[in-house]
């Protein structure tokens, strides 16, 4: 069973980036997606990105396209999450989660294993 954690949030002002971290430990392969996720105070949970440990494909919400990279090293151990211009509605707990099939996929449920968030918090 795989285990992740997440960590780098924080409180930014608009404009501002942060670069958020998944580590994952445990039973992992390469077959493996790993996705973001944030959830926002009464809002339903948002896809962010993903990446594919198999073919590194990665895909995006629109909400964060051209404003995020999704990456992840080599030896498949951690994924981050680097977020540049942010604006206030970003603010939220930030979560990454695991796949076990190749391709990225912004559907939550499809993802059966998932850490317990960062807070990225960001100020006008």
């Known amino acids: 069973q795989v285990q992740l954690v997440e960590s780098g949030g924080g409180s930014v002002q608009a404009g501002g980036s942060l670069r958020l971290s998944c580590a994952a430990s445990?039973?992992?392969?390469?077959?493996?997606?790993v996705g973001w996720f944030r959830r926002a105070p009464g809002k339903d949970r948002e896809f962010v990105a993903a990446?594919?440990?198999?073919?590194?494909?990665?895909t995006y919400a629109d909400s964060v396209k051209g404003r995020s990279t999704i990456s992840t090293n080599n030896a498949k151990t951690m994924v981050y999450l680097q977020m540049d211009r942010l604006k206030p509605e970003d603010t939220a707990v930030y979560l990454c989660?695991?796949?076990?099939?190749?391709?990225?996929?912004?559907?939550?449920?499809?993802?059966?294993?998932w850490g317990q968030g960062t807070q990225v918090t960001v100020s006008s």
């Open positions: 989660a695991v796949a076990q099939f190749r391709e990225p996929d912004p559907d939550p449920s499809k993802y059966d294993v």
């Open positions: 990446i594919s440990w198999s073919n590194y494909d990665t």
């Open positions: 445990g039973r992992t392969f390469a077959t493996y997606t």
